[in-house]
């Protein structure tokens, strides 16, 4: 019933896009940028080695006692960060950076090349995600191991992903 329901909800939106941008010639970049929120991200370590960032996330999950989810991605030499899903012929969907719905405190390893308000290039582990203001309490526990850790915000697309 709950994947009826999403895909209702994800045809309304398409939907209702399509009806948008003829009527008032909307273009896909007005879609998009009325269907991304801002969310915060706490993020205690950057590389361009994927193993560095990992190795970062695994210590963290002792020191800090939060669970480490990759939200199903794993690194790919020659692809960067894919998923099972990817390749699947119904969907072969690309890398989805975390801030989709999945806000909260648990350790993750994102890609900076989702995000447009990130330098490109870099794994970066990310700690919590969501409201900045949730995130003041957990930046100070993460400074304790992590003395450049710190917040920053990007807008994350949440519309249509078929």
């Given at each position: 019933?709950?994947?009826?329901?999403?895909?209702?909800?994800?045809?309304?939106?398409?939907?209702?896009?399509h009806?948008?941008?003829?009527?008032?010639?909307?273009?896909?970049?007005?879609?998009?940028?009325?269907?991304?929120?801002?969310?915060?991200?706490?993020?205690?370590?950057?590389?361009?080695?994927?193993?560095?960032?990992?190795?970062?996330?695994?210590?963290?999950?002792?020191?800090?006692?939060?669970?480490?989810?990759?939200?199903?991605?794993?690194?790919?030499e020659?692809?960067?960060?894919?998923?099972?899903e990817?390749?699947?012929?119904?969907?072969?969907?690309?890398?989805?950076?975390r801030g989709?719905?999945?806000?909260?405190?648990?350790?993750?390893?994102?890609?900076?090349?989702?995000?447009?308000?990130?330098?490109?290039g870099?794994?970066?582990?990310?700690?919590?995600?969501?409201?900045?203001?949730?995130?003041?309490?957990?930046?100070?526990?993460?400074?304790?191991?992590?003395?450049?850790?710190?917040?920053?915000?990007?807008?994350?697309?949440?519309?249509?992903?078929?």
């Amino acid at each position: 019933m709950k994947d009826i329901l999403v895909g209702l909800i994800c045809i309304l939106t398409c939907f209702t896009y399509h009806t948008n941008a003829q009527d008032s010639n909307s273009s896909v970049e007005d879609y998009i940028k009325e269907s991304s929120v801002k969310e915060s991200f706490l993020i205690i370590y950057a590389s361009k080695e994927y193993h560095n960032a990992l190795q970062v996330a695994k210590e963290a999950n002792t020191k800090l006692d939060l669970k480490i989810d990759l939200r199903g991605y794993y690194f790919d030499e020659k692809e960067g960060l894919v998923t099972d899903e990817m390749y699947d012929e119904e969907t072969n969907w690309p890398y989805i950076g975390r801030g989709r719905f999945d806000s909260g405190a648990y350790i993750s390893i994102e890609y900076t090349d989702f995000y447009n308000e990130f330098k490109d290039g870099f794994y970066v582990v990310m700690i919590a995600s969501g409201d900045r203001k949730n995130l003041i309490d957990p930046l100070k526990k993460a400074k304790q191991f992590y003395k450049d850790a710190y917040i920053k915000d990007a807008m994350v697309y949440v519309g249509c992903m078929h």
